[in-house]
């Protein structure tokens, strides 16, 4: 059985008549997966077929909507808003000249801790 015939049979269960895009699916479940958490891919694209359900989109409106959730999570590693780090080019300051060998790090804090 191929993914065509599981779409139609699984179909006939629910009783839904709808035109499918697997790709379209498919690449919002990966962004969401990819982006978000692996999680996010089943719950990404029920919401997606649940609000299209309730507006009853069309495939043009399927695809708006789908295109807005692939930007969320295309987008998700950084808050709304947030330039796309490869945009920045904040020059990395130079401590070379610093010394660090009297730093204390909190892992080390935790060892001197536990050594009194």
């Known amino acids: ?18 035109e499918l895009d697997e790709a379209l699916v498919l690449d919002l479940a990966r962004a969401a997966a990819h982006n978000v958490a692996r999680p996010a891919a089943p719950i990404t694209t029920y919401l997606l077929g649940f609000a299209a359900g309730s507006q009853g989109a069309d495939p043009e409106a399927v695809e708006a909507l789908a295109a807005k959730a692939q930007a969320l999570a295309d987008g998700w590693d950084r808050p709304a808003n947030a330039p796309d780090p490869d945009d920045i080019n ?22 001197d801790d536990d050594e009194e």
Not at 95 to 111: A, M, Y
């Open 1 to 18: 059985m191929n993914l065509h015939d599981w779409i139609d049979e699984l179909s006939d269960v629910l009783d839904v008549d709808t």
């Open 90 to 111: 904040d020059p990395v300051p130079d401590d070379s000249v610093v010394d660090h060998s009297g730093d204390v790090f909190e892992d080390e804090q935790g060892e």
